[in-house]
Protein backbone atom coordinates (compact mmCIF):
# COMPACT_ATOMS: atom_id res chain seq x y z
CA UNK A 1 0.00 0.00 0.00
CA UNK A 2 0.93 3.94 -0.40
CA UNK A 3 3.32 5.23 2.70
CA UNK A 4 4.62 8.77 3.81
CA UNK A 5 8.03 8.75 5.54
CA UNK A 6 8.82 11.88 6.85
CA UNK A 7 11.41 12.94 9.36
CA UNK A 8 9.57 13.23 12.91
CA UNK A 9 11.74 16.22 14.86
CA UNK A 10 10.56 17.85 16.74
CA UNK A 11 12.83 20.51 14.96
CA UNK A 12 14.13 23.64 16.64
CA UNK A 13 15.34 26.62 15.01
CA UNK A 14 15.96 30.25 15.42
CA UNK A 15 14.08 33.08 13.36
CA UNK A 16 15.60 33.43 9.71
CA UNK A 17 16.77 29.81 9.90
CA UNK A 18 16.56 27.87 6.46
CA UNK A 19 14.71 24.89 7.25
CA UNK A 20 14.14 21.62 5.45
CA UNK A 21 11.71 18.63 6.02
CA UNK A 22 12.40 15.16 4.95
CA UNK A 23 9.35 13.40 2.65
CA UNK A 24 9.52 10.41 1.06
CA UNK A 25 6.58 8.38 -0.56
CA UNK A 26 5.94 4.83 -1.46
CA UNK A 27 2.86 4.59 -4.36
CA UNK A 28 1.69 2.03 -6.69
CA UNK A 29 0.72 4.67 -9.14
CA UNK A 30 1.90 8.56 -9.75
CA UNK A 31 0.49 10.27 -6.56
CA UNK A 32 -0.99 14.13 -6.31
CA UNK A 33 1.55 15.15 -3.42
CA UNK A 34 0.60 17.86 -0.20
CA UNK A 35 1.99 19.79 2.49
CA UNK A 36 -0.51 20.38 5.26
CA UNK A 37 0.33 22.92 8.20
CA UNK A 38 -1.54 22.24 11.30
CA UNK A 39 -1.58 25.48 14.12
CA UNK A 40 -2.46 24.36 18.07
CA UNK A 41 -5.57 23.56 17.99
CA UNK A 42 -6.91 23.70 14.62
CA UNK A 43 -7.64 21.37 11.49
CA UNK A 44 -5.04 21.15 8.52
CA UNK A 45 -4.30 23.66 6.41
CA UNK A 46 -2.70 23.14 2.63
CA UNK A 47 0.18 24.73 2.37
CA UNK A 48 1.17 23.59 -0.93
CA UNK A 49 0.97 20.47 -3.50
CA UNK A 50 2.53 19.08 -6.62
CA UNK A 51 0.70 16.87 -8.77
CA UNK A 52 2.77 15.53 -11.52
CA UNK A 53 7.18 14.67 -11.50
CA UNK A 54 9.01 18.07 -11.21
CA UNK A 55 6.73 20.43 -10.63
CA UNK A 56 7.18 22.37 -7.95
CA UNK A 57 4.76 23.89 -5.20
CA UNK A 58 4.85 27.17 -3.61
CA UNK A 59 2.92 29.65 -0.61
CA UNK A 60 4.10 31.59 2.05
CA UNK A 61 7.68 31.27 1.24
CA UNK A 62 7.87 27.55 1.30
CA UNK A 63 8.60 25.28 -1.71
CA UNK A 64 8.62 21.69 -2.52
CA UNK A 65 9.25 19.81 -5.76
CA UNK A 66 8.09 16.69 -6.65
CA UNK A 67 11.21 14.17 -7.17
CA UNK A 68 9.29 11.15 -9.00
CA UNK A 69 13.68 9.46 -9.35
CA UNK A 70 14.04 9.72 -5.22
CA UNK A 71 10.22 9.81 -4.14
CA UNK A 72 10.91 12.71 -2.95
CA UNK A 73 8.94 16.07 -2.12
CA UNK A 74 10.72 18.04 0.64
CA UNK A 75 9.72 21.33 2.19
CA UNK A 76 12.57 23.93 2.37
CA UNK A 77 12.09 27.77 3.73
CA UNK A 78 14.65 30.36 3.16
CA UNK A 79 13.69 32.19 6.42
CA UNK A 80 11.61 30.74 8.78
CA UNK A 81 9.39 32.71 11.37
CA UNK A 82 7.78 32.58 14.54
CA UNK A 83 4.81 32.13 13.22
CA UNK A 84 5.77 29.22 11.05
CA UNK A 85 6.02 26.66 14.58
CA UNK A 86 3.21 24.32 13.66
CA UNK A 87 3.03 20.75 12.73
CA UNK A 88 3.42 19.63 9.34
CA UNK A 89 2.50 16.34 7.38
CA UNK A 90 3.31 15.65 3.97
CA UNK A 91 0.44 13.51 2.07
CA UNK A 92 0.13 11.80 -0.96
CA UNK A 93 -3.48 10.59 -2.81
CA UNK A 94 -3.37 7.94 -5.86
CA UNK A 95 -4.23 9.96 -9.08
CA UNK A 96 -6.13 7.46 -10.81
CA UNK A 97 -8.41 4.20 -9.56
CA UNK A 98 -12.07 3.91 -7.63
CA UNK A 99 -10.78 5.38 -4.15
CA UNK A 100 -9.39 8.50 -3.27
CA UNK A 101 -7.89 9.31 0.20
CA UNK A 102 -5.06 11.05 2.14
CA UNK A 103 -2.47 9.29 3.22
CA UNK A 104 -0.20 10.94 5.78
CA UNK A 105 3.35 10.99 7.25
CA UNK A 106 3.59 11.58 11.13
CA UNK A 107 4.07 15.00 11.29
CA UNK A 108 6.84 17.14 12.16
CA UNK A 109 6.45 19.25 15.08
CA UNK A 110 8.60 22.82 14.38
CA UNK A 111 9.36 25.39 16.83
CA UNK A 112 11.03 28.38 16.02
CA UNK A 113 12.81 31.09 18.58
CA UNK A 114 12.61 34.68 18.16
CA UNK B 1 -16.79 31.38 1.00
CA UNK B 2 -17.57 29.83 3.98
CA UNK B 3 -15.07 26.92 4.97
CA UNK B 4 -15.40 23.39 6.14
CA UNK B 5 -17.75 23.53 9.05
CA UNK B 6 -17.63 20.92 12.07
CA UNK B 7 -19.65 20.28 15.08
CA UNK B 8 -19.39 20.27 17.73
CA UNK B 9 -16.16 21.68 18.51
CA UNK B 10 -15.61 19.68 21.47
CA UNK B 11 -17.48 16.85 23.10
CA UNK B 12 -17.25 14.41 26.35
CA UNK B 13 -18.88 10.97 26.58
CA UNK B 14 -18.83 8.36 28.75
CA UNK B 15 -17.62 4.95 27.33
CA UNK B 16 -20.06 2.66 25.91
CA UNK B 17 -22.39 5.56 24.80
CA UNK B 18 -22.34 7.01 21.16
CA UNK B 19 -21.87 9.83 19.19
CA UNK B 20 -22.67 11.52 16.70
CA UNK B 21 -20.41 14.26 14.99
CA UNK B 22 -21.23 16.53 11.89
CA UNK B 23 -19.57 17.85 8.96
CA UNK B 24 -20.96 20.59 6.47
CA UNK B 25 -18.78 20.91 3.63
CA UNK B 26 -17.60 23.45 1.60
CA UNK B 27 -20.42 24.43 -0.88
CA UNK B 28 -20.47 22.80 -4.08
CA UNK B 29 -17.92 20.31 -3.12
CA UNK B 30 -19.39 16.69 -3.19
CA UNK B 31 -16.72 14.51 -2.11
CA UNK B 32 -16.61 14.50 2.16
CA UNK B 33 -13.69 12.29 3.79
CA UNK B 34 -12.96 11.62 7.82
CA UNK B 35 -9.77 11.39 9.46
CA UNK B 36 -8.88 10.48 12.84
CA UNK B 37 -6.06 11.81 14.74
CA UNK B 38 -4.35 10.59 17.70
CA UNK B 39 -0.84 10.91 19.61
CA UNK B 40 0.27 7.63 18.21
CA UNK B 41 -0.87 6.64 15.49
CA UNK B 42 -1.21 10.23 13.78
CA UNK B 43 -4.07 11.04 10.79
CA UNK B 44 -5.72 7.73 9.83
CA UNK B 45 -8.22 7.87 7.06
CA UNK B 46 -11.92 6.48 8.21
CA UNK B 47 -13.99 7.12 4.84
CA UNK B 48 -15.57 8.85 1.88
CA UNK B 49 -18.71 9.67 0.59
CA UNK B 50 -19.08 11.27 -3.03
CA UNK B 51 -22.69 11.80 -4.01
CA UNK B 52 -24.21 10.42 -0.74
CA UNK B 53 -22.75 6.70 -1.41
CA UNK B 54 -19.58 5.70 0.83
CA UNK B 55 -16.42 5.06 -1.51
CA UNK B 56 -14.37 3.96 0.44
CA UNK B 57 -13.34 2.80 3.98
CA UNK B 58 -10.35 2.58 6.41
CA UNK B 59 -9.31 0.39 8.68
CA UNK B 60 -12.05 0.80 11.53
CA UNK B 61 -14.39 -1.31 13.01
CA UNK B 62 -17.70 -1.66 12.51
CA UNK B 63 -18.89 0.67 15.77
CA UNK B 64 -17.57 3.50 13.08
CA UNK B 65 -19.90 4.52 10.55
CA UNK B 66 -21.46 7.04 8.23
CA UNK B 67 -23.47 8.66 5.86
CA UNK B 68 -23.65 11.90 3.79
CA UNK B 69 -27.10 13.60 2.81
CA UNK B 70 -28.20 14.96 -0.58
CA UNK B 71 -26.54 18.36 0.25
CA UNK B 72 -23.43 16.91 1.19
CA UNK B 73 -23.15 17.66 4.75
CA UNK B 74 -22.11 14.52 6.31
CA UNK B 75 -22.48 12.91 9.65
CA UNK B 76 -20.17 10.43 11.45
CA UNK B 77 -21.28 7.83 14.46
CA UNK B 78 -19.26 6.08 16.58
CA UNK B 79 -21.46 3.31 18.48
CA UNK B 80 -20.32 1.56 21.54
CA UNK B 81 -17.46 4.19 22.63
CA UNK B 82 -14.08 3.27 24.10
CA UNK B 83 -11.13 5.21 25.85
CA UNK B 84 -9.17 4.61 23.06
CA UNK B 85 -11.50 6.42 20.56
CA UNK B 86 -10.30 9.47 22.52
CA UNK B 87 -9.07 11.74 19.45
CA UNK B 88 -9.87 14.87 17.06
CA UNK B 89 -11.77 14.04 13.91
CA UNK B 90 -11.03 16.15 11.29
CA UNK B 91 -13.70 16.24 7.93
CA UNK B 92 -12.40 17.63 4.66
CA UNK B 93 -14.32 18.35 1.54
CA UNK B 94 -13.11 17.99 -1.92
CA UNK B 95 -14.47 18.78 -5.31
CA UNK B 96 -14.24 15.97 -7.23
CA UNK B 97 -12.45 12.97 -5.99
CA UNK B 98 -8.97 11.60 -7.20
CA UNK B 99 -6.37 13.89 -7.09
CA UNK B 100 -7.93 17.03 -5.60
CA UNK B 101 -7.11 19.12 -2.69
CA UNK B 102 -9.11 18.56 0.30
CA UNK B 103 -10.37 21.76 2.62
CA UNK B 104 -10.36 20.41 6.26
CA UNK B 105 -12.55 21.33 9.34
CA UNK B 106 -11.12 22.60 12.28
CA UNK B 107 -12.38 18.95 13.49
CA UNK B 108 -14.16 17.64 16.93
CA UNK B 109 -12.32 17.24 19.72
CA UNK B 110 -13.79 13.78 21.14
CA UNK B 111 -12.91 12.74 25.26
CA UNK B 112 -14.45 9.16 26.09
CA UNK B 113 -13.92 9.02 29.90
Known amino acids: GNSVTQMEGPVTLSEEAFLTINCTYTATGYPSLFWYVQYPGEGLQLLLKATKADDKGSNKGFEATYRKETTSFHLEKGSVQVSDSAVYFCALSEQGGSNYKLTFGKGTLLTVNP | KAGVTQTPRYLIKTRGQQVTLSCSPI?????VSWYQQTPGQGLQFLFE???????NKGNFPGRFSGRQFSNSRSEMNVSTLELGDSALYLCASSLGRVGTEAFFGQGTRLTVV
Open chain 2, 27 to 31: SGHRS
Open chain 2, 49 to 55: YFSETQR
